[in-house]
């Protein structure tokens, strides 16, 4: 099979996904993304508003100061674009630099940031975007989530869609959001959220959320998508036994598992190493009964209780 019929073929599993084209640069750049040198392009999802967003970006929770900066300026000059932040995460300033330090086009990344909960509310809530975008030194967000579902969604919500019709932010979503949550949101919301951020990975693998959210046009994005290692992810013995068929880790292993279901995903790295590994996702391809061996791993409940 020739190299871009492959792709082409895989960039089929990700429903709805738009494949960005090879050997051309288009929205999000190209990606040195295998050990091989040969590039492919990371796809974009299209999302409800006609927007495209990478369907894998890098997290930067506990990427603050100047490890966030050189990470985060690291990651881009390896071709990632989606770049993951929040209020809460105490680094947008870090953020904003290391995206300067990479010297790329603004216009060329797909930046996300989010409110936190203490700034709920119409008034405040613009006033913690304003705050967050100078933090970024940015004049927009390509998307901005309410990080979790408390306090007055109702106020913040109706600001970020204002914020929207304003053209200050792209895509305007939730994180953290359940059924419940979206169903109440949608009583009043004039605008439906465009994604849902939510915990996804190999033990908390969120299939009926998956489907809720496809129904209701909203794109899934998984946090944690590597459970920060924790459950031994690393090391997991049916991830790795995967592994050993299509000669790749456990990280790559998951990634691709969230890809082929749809699921844009952010893992986060500290080291250059992993942010090229969890980029080389793209040439190969889990078989029905590699995806299915991995269903048993779901313990069907969060892996952050502490977060709850
Ligand atoms: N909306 C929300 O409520 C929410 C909550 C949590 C997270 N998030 C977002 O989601 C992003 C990702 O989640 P996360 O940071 O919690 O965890 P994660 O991406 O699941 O895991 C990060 C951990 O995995 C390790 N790692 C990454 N790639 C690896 C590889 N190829 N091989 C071995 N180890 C690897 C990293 O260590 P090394 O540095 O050593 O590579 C790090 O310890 C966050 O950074 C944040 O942007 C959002």
């Known amino acids: 099979m020739k190299r871009r019929d492959f792709i082409q073929k895989s960039a089929g599993f990700a429903a709805g996904t738009m494949f960005t084209g090879l050997g051309t640069s288009k929205l999000f750049g190209l990606t040195n993304s295998s050990a091989s040198g040969t590039i492919a392009a990371i796809e974009t999802v299209t999302l409800n508003n006609g927007v495209k967003m990478p369907i894998l970006g890098f997290g930067t929770l506990y990427l603050n100061d100047d490890l966030g900066v050189q990470c985060v300026s ?92 304003e053209g200050k932010i792209k895509v305007i979503g939730v994180s953290n959001f359940e059924d419940k949550d979206l169903d109440e949101l949608m009583t009043y919301a004039k605008i439906t959220p465009a994604v849902n951020q939510i915990e996804t990975h190999a033990f908390f693998q969120q299939e009926k959320a998956n489907k809720s959210l496809k129904k209701r046009g909203i794109q899934m994005e998984a946090w944690s998508p590597l459970a920060q290692g924790r459950n031994e992810h690393f090391t997991n013995e049916v991830l790795a036994e995967i592994g050993k068929k299509y000669n790749k880790s456990n990280a790559q292993i998951s990634l691709r598992w969230h890809y082929q279901r749809g699921i844009v995903t952010i893992p986060r790295t500290s080291k250059k190493e992993h942010m090229m590994e969890n980029l080389n996702i793209f040439d190969f391809v889990l078989d029905k009964s590699d995806m299915k061996k991995i269903d048993p791993l779901d313990l069907n409940i969060t892996q952050f209780p502490e977060w709850e």
């Not at 870090?94 to 990344?109: D, F």
């Not at 006033?127 to 998307?143: I, V, W």
């Not at 306090?151 to 970020?160: H, M, P, V």
């Open 74 to 165: 690291e990651a881009i000059s390896l071709g990632y674009r989606l770049i993951d932040t929040a209020k809460v995460y105490e680094n947008e300033e870090a953020v904003g630099a290391g995206i300067k330090k990479s010297g790329i086009n603004r216009e060329e990344l797909f930046v996300t940031s989010k409110i936190w909960v203490d700034d709920y509310g119409y008034e405040s809530g613009k006033k913690a975007f304003q705050t967050a975008l100078d933090k970024l030194d940015m004049d927009y967000l390509d998307l901005y989530l309410l990080h979790r579902p408390r306090g007055d969604i109702k106020g913040a919500w109706q600001a970020l869609e204002d914020l929207y019709e």
